[in-house]
C-alpha cells in the first residue's frame, strides 16, 4: 500500500507540475502545437550559429566593427528585428471563425442596447446585422442583379458554424481562418487574414538579413580563403551553401507572396481555384477581389482595422469589367492601379 501511495503521489504531482507548464506555454498543452515549438527552437539556434560563427571566426569583421561600429549595430538590429517580429508572427492570430462570430454578437448586442435609447445609431446597428447574418445565416443573392451564387455561406461539418467567402477550415489547428493562406509549420500557426501582413514582413526582414549574412561570409572567405587554416574555411563554405539554398527559398517565397498581396489572392484560392466553388467558372488571369494594384497595398498594409472583417462576393457586373483587357488609356490614367 505504500509503494502505490507514493506512485499515486507522484503521479499528483506530476500532473500540478505539468498543468502550470501548460498555463503558462499554452503551446505545450496542444498537441499540433508541441513539434512546432522544437523547430521555433531549431530556427533560433540556426540564427545563432550563422551570427555567431561569422564574429567568432571573422578578425576582419571585428576590426571593422571598432572601425565603423554602425556598420554592424545595423546588422545585429536587423538581426534581432527579424526574431522579434517572427515570435510575434507566431504569436498572432490569423482570424478565427468562431472568434469573430464572438466578436460580432457582442458588438450587435451593444448596438441594440445603444439603438433603445438613441434612433441615430439605428443605421450602424442593421450594419452589423448585415454581418451577423454573414457569420450566422445563409445569405441568398438579390435576384436583381443576377448573381450566379444562390449561397454565399457553407457549414462547416468540423467546427459546426457557417464559413463566410474565403474562409477554410484548418486540419492542423482544427479551426475555420478567415481569409486562408496556409498553415506554416514553422511559425506553428496559420496565416489568414489576421496576420497575413506580419507574416510578409517577417519574409522581408529574413530574405534582407539572409543576404547581408552572405555578404558577409563571401567577404570573408574572399579574404582568407588563402590562409593556411582549411578547417575554418570548409565550416564557412558548408554554411555559406546551405545559407545559399535558404536564399533561393526565401527569394521564390518572398516574390510568390508579394505577387499575391498585388492580385489580393490567398494561397489556397491559387491553388484550389478550380475547386472552391465560389470561384468556378472565372477564367484565371481574371483576379476577383482585386482593386488595383495601389488599393490592394493599402488595404493589406494600412487598413486592415479589424481582423475580423469579411470581404463580399463580387458583382457579376463587378466581374466583367475585371475580364476586360486593360487599354493604353487605362494604363496612362492609372485604371489598372
Not at 550559429?49 to 571585428?62: E, K, N, P, Q, S
Not at 498581396?261 to 477581389?289: A, C, M, S
Request: proline residues 4%; glycine residues 4%.
Amino acid at each position: 500500500m505504500t509503494i502505490v501511495g507514493f506512485c499515486r503521489s507522484n503521479c499528483y504531482s506530476w500532473h500540478r507540475a505539468s498543468e502550470r507548464c501548460f498555463q503558462l506555454s499554452p503551446c505545450l498543452s496542444d498537441p499540433a502545437r508541441r513539434p512546432s515549438l522544437g523547430l521555433k527552437v531549431a530556427l533560433v539556434m540556426l540564427h545563432l550559429i550563422y551570427v555567431g560563427v561569422l564574429f567568432l571566426f571573422g578578425r576582419d569583421l571585428i576590426s571593422k566593427t571598432k572601425k565603423e561600429p554602425w556598420y554592424t549595430a545595423i546588422y545585429l538590429l536587423l538581426f534581432a528585428a527579424t526574431l522579434v517580429q517572427y515570435f510575434f508572427t507566431s504569436g498572432s492570430s490569423p482570424g478565427y471563425v468562431i472568434d469573430a462570430m464572438r466578436a460580432v454578437n457582442e458588438s450587435h448586442a451593444i448596438s441594440r442596447k445603444a439603438s433603445m435609447t438613441s434612433k441615430s445609431s439605428c443605421h450602424g446597428s442593421r450594419g452589423r446585422l448585415y454581418h451577423l447574418m454573414i457569420f450566422g445565416m445563409i445569405i441568398l443573392a438579390s435576384r436583381s442583379i443576377g448573381l450566379n451564387w444562390s449561397i454565399l455561406s457553407w457549414a462547416c461539418t468540423y467546427c459546426n458554424v457557417i464559413q463566410p467567402p474565403r474562409s477554410k477550415h484548418c486540419h492542423d489547428c482544427d479551426k475555420c481562418v478567415l481569409q486562408f493562406d496556409h498553415h506554416c509549420v514553422w511559425l506553428g500557426t496559420c496565416i489568414g487574414h489576421g496576420n497575413h501582413c506580419r507574416f510578409w514582413w517577417y519574409i522581408a526582414e529574413e530574405t534582407t538579413l539572409c543576404i547581408w549574412t552572405c555578404i558577409l561570409y563571401i567577404t570573408y572567405l574572399k579574404a582568407n580563403i588563402t590562409r593556411a587554416c582549411r578547417w575554418k574555411d570548409a565550416i564557412m563554405i558548408l554554411l555559406l551553401a546551405t545559407l545559399s539554398i535558404c536564399l533561393i527559398f526565401l527569394l521564390l517565397l518572398f516574390l510568390f507572396h508579394s505577387y499575391l498581396v498585388l492580385t489580393n489572392q490567398t494561397t489556397y484560392e491559387l491553388v484550389r481555384r478550380r475547386r472552391i466553388p465560389y470561384l468556378r467558372g472565372i477564367p484565371e488571369r481574371v483576379y476577383p477581389f482585386s482593386k488595383g494594384i495601389c488599393r490592394n497595398l493599402y488595404n493589406f498594409c494600412c487598413a486592415s482595422s479589424s481582423i475580423y472583417s469579411v470581404e463580399p462576393l463580387p458583382t457579376p457586373e463587378e466581374l466583367e469589367a475585371k475580364s476586360r483587357p486593360y487599354t493604353c488609356l487605362d494604363v496612362l490614367s492609372c485604371c489598372c492601379c
